[in-house]
């Protein structure tokens, strides 16, 4: 059975600033948007409806606001409610954690219709442009999940070679899935390879980010199975987490809007 390295949360300290390996992932997942969008705005099919650069700037801009915003929020309302309704204050007090994926989506979503608003472009063609860009920052973030040591899987068999011990945990003797590694593999390496190659070729408007929306959907409820579920919420109906709650929403939204993409293309062939 393998032991976790117990990282130093802590990447390097100038004077009296620490900079934390979790801050170095968001950074680094900012970084590949950037690079990967600037490869998007460069195919024909968008350089030919005059996508530029600049854009894409601005686009990272929109999105972190909506990512931070979206995910805290979301971390507090959607997990626990009951605390944050009682203690307002602490919403924003973000040094002490507490982002949620789900609403850092929601939080995109709302940033990306704002975006377009303001440029007189419609919401899907700038969700079809970034969705192939996300994963990798998807997978860069669950790596700064397991240098914390935090977020870890439900128990494994203590013979599966990669079964992994988090000495932070309340029975940490016990040998445990590394499921953020499963979710930096899944949510963000192999849905960045389907989606890249899914967004090589001109597609109809709407279908990129509907299978983005079921293929992360599906690769997280997947992925629940392995991951422990937060101490303060449990197991839900059907003993499913609410990681896999929220994400069954997000099948289905992406379904249907993949299936109304692919029928609009058609009418209008």
């Given at each position: 059975?393998?032991?976790?390295?117990?990282?130093?949360?802590?990447?390097?300290?100038?004077?009296?600033?620490?900079?934390?390996?979790?801050?170095?992932?968001?950074?680094?997942?900012?970084g590949?948007?950037?690079?990967?969008?600037?490869?998007?705005?460069?195919?024909?099919?968008?350089a030919?409806?005059?996508?530029?650069?600049?854009?894409?700037?601005?686009v990272?801009?929109?999105?972190?606001l909506?990512?931070?915003?979206?995910?805290?929020?979301?971390?507090c309302?959607l997990?626990?409610?009951?605390?944050?309704?009682?203690?307002?204050?602490?919403?924003?007090?973000v040094?002490?954690?507490g982002m949620?994926?789900?609403?850092?989506l929601?939080?995109?979503?709302?940033?990306?219709?704002w975006?377009?608003?303001?440029?007189?472009r419609?919401?899907f063609?700038?969700?079809?442009?970034?969705?192939p860009?996300?994963?990798?920052?998807?997978?860069?973030?669950?790596?700064?999940?397991?240098?914390?040591?935090e977020l870890?899987?439900?128990?494994?068999p203590?013979?599966l070679?990669?079964?992994?011990?988090?000495?932070q945990?309340a029975?940490?003797?016990?040998?445990r899935?590394p499921?953020?590694?499963?979710?930096a593999?899944?949510?963000?390496l192999?849905l960045f390879?389907?989606l890249?190659?899914?967004?090589r070729?001109?597609?109809?408007?709407g279908?990129?980010?509907?299978?983005?929306m079921?293929?992360?959907?599906t690769?997280r409820?997947?992925?629940e199975?392995f991951r422990?579920?937060?101490?303060?919420?449990?197991?839900r109906a059907?003993n499913?987490?609410?990681g896999?709650?929220?994400s069954?929403?997000m099948?289905?939204?992406?379904?249907?809007i993949?299936l109304?993409?692919?029928?609009?293309?058609?009418?209008?062939?």
């Amino acid at each position: 059975m393998l032991v976790h390295p117990q990282f130093d949360p802590i990447a390097l300290r100038l004077g009296p600033l620490a900079v934390h390996w979790y801050g170095i992932t968001y950074l680094i997942a900012f970084g590949l948007f950037l690079w990967l969008a600037g490869k998007r705005v460069g195919q024909p099919q968008h350089a030919a409806v005059g996508w530029t650069r600049r854009d894409v700037d601005d686009v990272l801009f929109y999105g972190v606001l909506g990512v931070v915003l979206g995910g805290r929020l979301g971390y507090c309302f959607l997990y626990k409610p009951d605390y944050y309704l009682h203690n307002l204050a602490e919403v924003f007090a973000v040094w002490k954690g507490g982002m949620a994926f789900h609403g850092g989506l929601l939080g995109v979503l709302l940033a990306l219709w704002w975006f377009g608003r303001r440029r007189g472009r419609g919401f899907f063609e700038v969700a079809d442009l970034i969705a192939p860009c996300v994963p990798t920052g998807i997978m860069a973030v669950r790596l700064g999940n397991f240098i914390n040591g935090e977020l870890w899987g439900r128990p494994a068999p203590a013979d599966l070679p990669w079964a992994m011990m988090f000495p932070q945990a309340a029975d940490g003797g016990i040998a445990r899935h590394p499921s953020q590694l499963y979710q930096a593999m899944g949510e963000g390496l192999l849905l960045f390879v389907i989606l890249w190659l899914y967004a090589r070729k001109p597609r109809a408007t709407g279908q990129i980010s509907g299978v983005f929306m079921m293929g992360y959907g599906t690769l997280r409820f997947v992925a629940e199975y392995f991951r422990e579920p937060d101490d303060f919420l449990g197991l839900r109906a059907l003993n499913w987490s609410q990681g896999q709650w929220l994400s069954l929403p997000m099948i289905l939204t992406g379904l249907a809007i993949f299936l109304w993409a692919t029928r609009r293309n058609l009418r209008s062939a």
